[in-house]
């Protein structure tokens, strides 16, 4: 008889979306993620660490009512919220206690926001981050997600030359 072995669904990031999605611009950045097979997060006890490329700028400290975690119908502020900034050649990383029990191969929504802190890049590309678990300590990284320049346009100036003979002498 032969039979086939499949790996265990692991944890895997799916869309991302930031808000705007031009250089060195703060808002809203939001991805979803699936949790593998033996990845549920317990309440208050289990920790999501997202970790930007370099060049991304995370303030000092977020503040928990700044991050949200949802899963299942349910949706919290973190419970705690810890960035890691070791140098500044190194990428930067968001610890963050979650909320709500997360179950096993489970969509899950993590989202700053726009008061968070968080700039996109300041040189336009493609970017990926990357996602671990305490229950799923090796980190996967996302698909790209663009960061584009800002466009502006000028308009030429238009002059009109007025008559200033009127007084004169």
Same mark, same amino acid.
Request: charged content about 15%; cysteine-free; hydrophobic content about 35%.
């Given at each position: 008889?032969?039979?086939?072995?499949?790996?265990?669904?692991?944890?895997?990031?799916?869309?991302?979306?930031?808000?705007?999605?031009?250089?060195? #611009?703060?808002?809203?950045? #939001?991805?979803?993620?699936?949790?593998? =097979? =033996?990845?549920?997060?317990?309440?208050?006890?289990?920790?999501?660490?997202?970790?930007?490329?370099?060049?991304?700028?995370?303030?000092?400290?977020? =503040?928990? =009512?700044?991050?949200?975690?949802?899963?299942?119908?349910?949706?919290?502020?973190?419970?705690?919220?810890?960035?890691?900034?070791?140098?500044?050649?190194?990428?930067? !990383?968001?610890?963050?206690?979650?909320?709500?029990?997360?179950?096993? #191969?489970?969509?899950?929504?993590?989202?700053?926001?726009?008061?968070?802190?968080?700039?996109?890049?300041?040189?336009?590309?493609?970017?990926?981050?990357?996602?671990?678990?305490?229950?799923?300590?090796?980190?996967?990284?996302?698909?790209?997600?663009?960061?584009?320049?800002?466009?502006?346009?000028?308009?030429?100036?238009?002059?009109?030359?007025?008559?200033? !003979?009127?007084?004169?002498?």
């Amino acid at each position: 008889d032969s039979y086939s072995i499949s790996p265990a669904d692991q944890l895997s990031i799916s869309a991302i979306t930031t808000k705007p999605d031009t250089v060195n #611009e703060g808002g809203e950045f #939001e991805f979803d993620f699936i949790t593998g =097979s =033996s990845g549920a997060l317990s309440a208050n006890v289990d920790t999501i660490v997202v970790i930007f490329q370099q060049n991304t700028f995370l303030p000092a400290t977020i =503040s928990t =009512s700044n991050i949200t975690v949802s899963s299942g119908g349910f949706s919290d502020n973190a419970a705690s919220v810890t960035i890691k900034k070791d140098r500044a050649a190194d990428d930067d !990383s968001v610890l963050v206690v979650t909320p709500i029990n997360i179950g096993n #191969e489970a969509s899950v929504t993590f989202r700053l926001s726009s008061s968070a802190g968080y700039l996109n890049p300041s040189v336009a590309g493609n970017y990926s981050l990357k996602l671990r678990t305490s229950q799923e300590p090796t980190a996967v990284e996302s698909n790209p997600y663009s960061v584009v320049n800002t466009q502006t346009t000028v308009s030429q100036a238009s002059v009109t030359p007025g008559d200033n !003979s009127t007084g004169a002498t």
